[in-house]
């Protein structure tokens, strides 16, 4: 009889495992299922002008950044003619 408990005691364990690891499986499904409605709803917005304001702020901030190297020279060669007066 000892065995026949024992055996019962084997598959309850079995069954509660087997229903955790079902329940586990459910919470990674539905945690997957709301990333997918997030990136979903995140893909059906109109695109965002975001990165063209990003790339017109950064030609501007080269050009100025230009033009001040290009200046550099002159700025120097004042500065140096000055200290040598």
């Given at each position: 009889?000892?065995?026949?408990?024992?055996?019962?005691?084997?598959?309850?364990?079995?069954?509660?495992?087997?229903?955790?690891?079902?329940?586990?499986?459910?919470?990674?499904?539905?945690?997957?299922?709301?990333l997918?409605?997030?990136?979903?709803?995140?893909?059906?917005?109109?695109?965002?002008?975001?990165?063209?304001?990003?790339?017109?702020?950064?030609?501007?901030?080269i050009?100025?950044?230009f033009?001040?190297?290009?200046?550099?020279?002159?700025?120097?060669?004042?500065?140096?003619?000055?200290r040598?007066?």
């Open positions: 009889m000892d065995r026949v408990e024992d055996r019962l005691a084997k598959i309850e364990l079995r069954q509660e495992a087997t229903v955790q690891a079902v329940n586990r499986v459910l919470d990674s499904l539905e945690t997957q299922t709301e997918l409605r997030a990136l979903l709803e995140w893909a059906n917005k109109p695109a965002s002008s975001d990165l063209a304001e990003a790339l017109q702020k950064l030609e501007i901030a050009r100025t950044l033009e001040h190297v290009a200046a550099m020279p002159a700025l120097v060669s004042e500065a140096v003619a000055e040598l007066r």
